[in-house]
């Protein structure tokens, strides 16, 4: 045994700080698993650093609490905007005081440093108290009936179980969900990608470097080789070809003008997968959900993508069927492949982290753990006094833009 707490979180990406943070923050003992050596995911390590927006393109707000926190959080230290390393903050409308007519134009979004961003994550979890464990991997889970009782974890000191009332799976591939035997999809049309910097002359500069890939997850209009995020093999194959393409890149740029000093640095350092497995729960959001109100809702989001959607979560997508204290969070929640690529963006993944977190904080306080024993209303009465969104009105159309 190495330790029993309240909750315990995998995956300390962007849905796993937000529901350790918020888990702690509601009076338990949190504790959050990460295998690599730093927090943020793909948007830190990935140097996928771009918050995308909050609002829902109509100049109306639709996250709050943890979500607003966090992407205020990613450019608090931004001293300077610097388009070319495409380091630039909030946009003025959305600042305090700004105009609201500006904000039906300009959405509410920043695009950070990641590396700002991990450290500024990393203190955000220790000053919360949540227990963080890196360097550790789940490698399987213990049952009992229909509950997880320990997560089986593997690190330096070897193999230990940690006790647990709640679990919250951010691993992003549902990795605990499959191993609890809940059932779940599994994608294979990821392409290569890789998100780095260049030093050119002293000037930093970010690439965005990626095939093209499907919205829907499937591989019409993408462009291959594909690959799955559940199998090693896959996951090794496709960093290798996603850093190849970083050589050609960086051999081009040198071509074209040998004279210039060009210099890489931070390269991505996990891969860079959007859609791998996720939850198959009892109820999945898709498309047809767009603005729909769900009396079980636990957070709002717009769709990246263009200005209008807006779909509200609801608790039925974070919670598994078989496993009675385990909820999904972030990429891996109950969202089929219709609106998988809105539910695995940032500001979803603080969303439903944020939801879980509470979540399971209360079903561990007042519940013995026991998720479907939870009171829905207090648990959506807590999240609008940490700032969350839940209003009907804003699930309705806005009105268009003129």
């Known amino acids: 045994m190495a330790g029993r707490h309240d909750v315990v979180v995998a995956g300390g990406g962007i849905a796993g700080v937000a529901a350790a943070v918020a888990a702690a923050r509601n009076g338990v003992s949190a504790c959050l698993l990460e295998k690599q050596s730093s927090l943020g995911g793909l948007a830190t390590l990935g140097n996928v650093a771009v918050y995308l927006p909050i609002c829902d393109g109509c100049g109306r707000q639709v996250i709050g609490g943890l979500g607003e926190e966090l992407l205020k959080l990613s450019v608090a230290d931004l001293g300077q905007e610097d388009p070319q390393a495409r380091f630039i903050g909030i946009p003025r409308c959305w600042r305090p005081g700004g105009d609201p007519r500006q904000r039906r134009q300009a959405r509410y979004t920043a695009e950070f440093n990641p590396a700002a961003f991990c450290l500024a994550l990393e203190q955000l979890v220790t000053d919360a108290g949540v227990h963080l464990l890196y360097d550790t991997r789940v490698c399987q889970v213990g049952r009992e009936g229909d509950r997880i009782t320990h997560l089986i974890v593997e690190n330096k000191g070897g193999r230990a179980a940690i006790g647990c009332r709640d679990v919250v799976d951010a691993t992003g591939d549902a990795d605990i969900c499959r191993l609890a035997g809940e059932r779940t999809e599994s994608l294979d049309s990821n392409v290569l990608s890789a998100w780095f910097y260049t030093v050119r002359n002293g000037v930093l500069h970010q690439h965005q470097l990626s095939h093209a890939y499907s919205p829907s997850a499937d591989r019409q209009g993408a462009t291959g080789p594909f690959f799955c995020g559940d199998d090693g ?123 879980a977190g509470t979540a399971a904080a209360i079903a561990a306080q007042e519940a013995a753990g026991d998720l479907n024993a939870l009171d829905i209303r207090r648990l959506q009465a807590r999240l609008r006094r940490q700032g969350g969104l839940l209003d009907p009105a804003l699930v309705r159309p806005a009105d268009p833009v003129v």
């Not at 939850?279 to 109100?293: I, R």
């Not at 919670?319 to 089929?336: E, I």
Request: with cysteine; charged share 20%; aromatic share 6%.
């Open 233 to 355: 093999e896959q996951v090794t194959a496709q960093i290798l070809g996603s850093r190849q393409l970083m050589r050609a890149r960086l051999a081009d740029m040198r071509a074209r003008d040998p004279h210039a000093n060009v210099q890489v640095i931070m390269p991505p350092t996990i891969a860079c997968f959007r859609m791998t497995r996720r939850l198959v729960g009892d109820f999945s959001l898709s498309q047809g959900h767009m603005h729909q109100w769900f009396d079980d809702a636990v957070g709002l989001t717009g769709d990246w993508r263009k200005a209008g959607p807006v779909y509200s979560l609801p608790l039925r997508m974070l919670r598994a069927g078989r496993n009675r204290n385990l909820l999904a969070a972030g990429r891996c929640v109950s969202a089929d492949t219709t609106v998988w690529d809105c539910t695995r963006a940032i500001p979803s993944c603080a969303v439903t982290g944020e939801a």
